[in-house]
C-alpha cells in the first residue's frame, strides 16, 4: 500500500508505520483513476448459498472472465492491514460493503513487516486465522476474497521470498479449488534497486507453491516502484505461470496523466492487469481528495474493463479511511462514511450517500421510505438499487424488490409496474415474470409468490435492466 511511503526516512517510515497509515503506489506523481465493474452473478434466489454463486476466474489476454468466458469487471475493498485493524474483518462489515457499497471482492492485507508483520513480530498462527475468518465472511457473504501479501517497508519481495513459499502452499492447499479465493503475491515492491527481474524471480519462486496444490487459481503479481511499473513486466512477461494478472496501484491526487498513459501502454501490450488498490488522496494516504482525477481514473479502467479494489476498510484517522474515527465494525452504517467512502459508494453503485440518510431518517420518523408505494394489488412495493456497472457502452442496474401485504386478506393474481427515468429493456430476472416496455417494468408472480399471505414478506424478486446510461425509479 502506499502509507507513509519511503517520503521521509526509512526510519520515519517504520515509526509512522506502526499501524498508522497504508496507502500505496508511492510517490510518482502524475496519474490517477477509479473505476467500475461487472459483479459476478449471483443466485439471488437463495441468499444462503451464496458462495456457490462465485464463478471460477481466469484471464484472457487484458480480459478476466469467468467460467462462461463472459468478460468480469470486480469492484470491491482492501482492508487496512488485518495486522492493525483485524476488528474490521467479519462478516457484518464485509455484507454491508456488498448491500450498501456495491462489492463484489475484499482484499486481505497481511503486512509481512512493519509492526505486527508475519515475518516479524507477528503471530502467525494468529493471522493465518485472521485471514480464514476473512476468506470465509468475504466468500459466505458471495464476494471474491483477495490474499495479499503485503510488503511495504520490506520493498524487496526476495527479503522474506522463503516465508512467503511457505505461506502461500499452506494457504493454497487449505482453499484449493475454491473459486473465490485469489493470491496476491507481493504488494507493491519498490526501492532502487528493485528492478522488475527482481520481482519476476520472486514470483517463479513462488507461483509453483500455489500452482502445486491449486493450478487454476487466479494469482495477481505485483510490479516495481510500487506497482507503478507495468510497463516493464509488459516488456518480459512471466512464463508458464498460468492463470495470472500484474497488479497496479494509483493514489489519483498524486498520479495523473503519465501514470494513466503507462496503463493505456500496457494494455496495449496486452498486459493483464487487476488495480487491487487505488484511492483519490495523495500517495501518502491522506491530503485532499482529487475527485477530478480519481474520475478519470474510473473512466479508463471502465474503458479498458479493469477490475479495482479501494484502500481501505479502516476508521483510521486518515483521508483514506472509508469509515469515520470510532465506526463500530460489528455494525456500520451510512452515516459512518467518510467524504472517500461516500464518494466510491457513489461510482459503484450510483447512489447518493446523503440522500439515503435522509430518506432513511424519514423512514424511522413514520414517513414511506423512498422507493416504497402501494399498487392497485394493495401490496407495498420497496424498490432497492443494489448495483450498477457498465459494459460495451451500455449501463446494468441490479434491482431488489420487497412486496409486503399489510392487509388483513391474502393477495393473488397480483401485478406491480415500476417506473424509471430511461427506457430499460431486461437483461435478467429472478423469482417472477418480469416484462420492460419503454420506461416501465412490469412484475407479475410467475410461477412463484402466486398468492402472498397476510403479514407475508416477499424479499427474492429482482432483475437487471441495461439501459444507455444511468437510472433510477421515479
Known amino acids: 500500500m502506499n502509507h507513509l511511503r519511503l517520503i521521509a526516512s526509512f526510519l520515519l517510515a517504520l515509526a509512522l508505520c506502526a499501524c498508522a497509515s497504508s496507502p500505496s503506489a508511492s510517490q510518482k506523481a502524475d496519474d490517477g483513476h477509479t473505476a467500475q465493474s461487472d459483479p459476478e452473478e449471483t443466485d439471488t434466489r437463495k441468499p444462503e448459498t451464496e458462495s456457490a454463486s462465485l464463478s471460477p476466474l481466469h484471464a484472457d489476454g487484458t480480459q478476466l472472465l469467468d467460467d462462461r468466458n463472459d468478460p468480469v469487471v470486480l469492484q470491491g475493498y482492501s482492508t487496512f492491514g488485518i495486522n492493525c485493524k483485524p476488528e474490521f474483518v467479519n462478516e457484518a462489515m464485509f455484507r454491508f460493503l456488498k448491500d450498501e457499497m456495491g462489492s463484489q471482492v475484499i482484499r486481505l492485507a497481511m503486512y509481512t513487516a512493519d ?19 476473512g476468506v470465509q465472511a468475504a466468500v459466505s457473504t458471495g464476494q471474491y476474497v483477495i490474499i495479499d501479501w503485503h510488503i511495504l517497508s520490506d520493498g524487496n519481495p526476495a527479503q522474506y521470498q522463503d516465508q512467503a513459499k511457505d505461506f502461500f502452499g499452506k494457504v493454497s492447499k487449505k482453499y484449493a479449488g475454491n473459486p473465490g479465493v485469489i493470491y496476491e503475491i507481493c504488494n507493491e515492491p519498490n ?5 522488475w527481474p ?3 524471480s520472486y514470483a517463479e519462486a513462488v507461483i509453483p507453491e500455489i500452482r502445486a496444490n491449486d493450478k487454476n487459481a487466479l494469482i495477481l503479481v505485483g510490479t516495481p516502484q510500487w506497482d507503478q511499473a507495468e510497463t516493464e513486466a509488459g516488456k518480459d512477461l512471466l512464463e508458464d505461470a498460468g492463470n495470472m494478472m500484474y497488479t497496479v496501484h494509483f493514489y489519483a491526487a498524486t498520479h495523473k496523466d503519465q501514470q494513466r498513459q503507462d496503463l493505456s501502454t500496457a494494455y496495449d501490450q496486452k498486459l493483464p492487469m487487476f488495480v487491487s488498490e487505488f484511492g ?3 500517495a501518502s494516504g491522506n491530503g485532499t481528495l482529487d475527485e477530478q482525477s480519481g474520475q478519470a481514473w474510473i473512466d479508463l479502467l471502465d474503458q479498458d474493463r479493469i477490475s479495482r479494489v479501494a484502500w481501505a476498510i479502516s476508521d483510521k484517522e486518515e483521508a483514506s479511511s472509508i469509515f469515520k474515527p470510532g465506526t463500530d465494525p460489528d455494525s456500520p452504517s451510512l452515516s459512518d462514511l467518510t467524504e472517500w467512502g461516500q464518494w466510491l459508494r457513489q461510482v459503484y453503485t450510483g447512489k447518493d450517500t446523503d440522500d439515503d440518510k435522509n430518506s432513511q431518517g424519514k423512514s424511522e420518523s413514520g414517513q414511506k421510505p423512498v422507493g416504497a408505494k402501494s399498487g392497485d394489488s394493495g401490496l407495498k412495493a420497496t424498490l432497492k438499487q443494489s448495483n450498477t456497472w457498465n459494459s460495451d457502452g451500455m449501463t446494468f442496474t441490479q434491482f431488489d424488490l420487497t412486496l409486503a401485504n399489510h392487509s388483513d386478506q391474502p393477495v393473488s393474481g397480483w ?3 415500476l417506473e424509471f427515468t430511461k427506457d430499460v429493456t431486461i437483461d435478467q430476472s429472478w423469482n417472477g415474470d418480469i416484462s420492460a416496455s419503454g420506461r416501465s417494468v412490469t412484475v407479475k408472480p410467475g410461477q412463484y409468490h402466486s398468492t402472498i399471505q397476510t403479514g407475508e414478506s416477499v424479499k427474492d424478486i429482482g432483475f437487471i435492466v441495461k439501459s444507455d446510461g444511468m437510472v433510477k425509479e421515479r
Do not use: A, F, R
Open 191 to 195: 526501492g532502487s534497486d528493485v528492478t
Open 115 to 133: 509492526s505486527n508483520g508475519y515475518c516479524t513480530d507477528g503471530d502467525q498462527k494468529e493471522l493465518e486465522g485472521l485471514i480464514d475468518k
Open 280 to 282: 483519490i488522496t495523495e
Open 198 to 200: 527482481v520481482v519476476k
Open 415 to 417: 401485478s406491480e409496474t
